[in-house]
């Protein structure tokens, strides 16, 4: 009996090890609680129309999906300046397990702090990086999660921490996982 019993547990490890290995990763991120196909939000802040407008065009060429411009919508897009240390911020309001509606901040602090480094230093960069990190947040509304440097995703999706931020076109990778996420 208690060979049979290691046998038992030994082919649920392997089994787990199997599955786990045999799935690539993907940046799924929450279940959708809104149509994936027509996402509204409004915005407020300076330059947030162009910012939110430009990013969500991208997507919109991209996996032909309509996130726009609509006043008074429950999805929200700022453009602060903010005393925290992130670029963009995602912030989800779950409602029975479901995503209900989503604000997306974008911190001008933080980028002009990116922008002044060495790596970046001009009026067109700042405007770059923010569309980089505004197309990368709205990512997250379209249920992307991150990828972590240490995931060797590197430039490969606009959900990676090692993207080019200066190209804010989403990547094939993450048109593959939408699409994946639609069936």
Known sequence: MKKFMKLKVL???????FVMTAVPAAAKYLSTGY?????????????????????????????GVTVNH??????????????????????PDIVGGNVDSFNISINRTELEVLNNSSKY?????Y????????????????FLGDYESKEGVGDNS??????????????????????????
């Not at 082919?11 to 090890?17: K, L, Q, R």
């Not at 230093?121 to 960069?125: F, G, Y």
């Not at 405007?127 to 379209?142: C, D, K, M, P, R």
């Not at 606009?158 to 069936?183: A, G």
Request: hydrophobic fraction near 35%; proline fraction near 2%; charged fraction near 20%.
């Open 70 to 91: 609509v006043d008074n919508a429950e999805n929200w897009f700022f453009h602060y300046d903010y005393n925290d240390g992130w670029l963009g911020l995602y912030q």
């Open 11 to 17: 082919t649920f490890v392997m089994g787990i090890a």
């Open 127 to 142: 405007w770059q990086l923010a569309i980089n990190t505004s197309v990368h947040e709205f990512g997250h509304a379209l």
């Open 35 to 63: 149509d994936l196909y027509n996402i509204p939000y409004d915005y407020s802040g300076s330059s947030a129309n162009y910012l939110s407008n430009t990013s969500a065009d991208h997507w919109n060429q991209k996996i």
């Open 158 to 183: 606009i959900m990676s921490y090692s993207r080019d931020r200066t190209n804010s076109v989403p990547r094939t990778r993450d048109v593959n996982e939408i699409k994946d996420l639609r069936n």
């Open 121 to 125: 230093d001009d009026e067109a960069t």
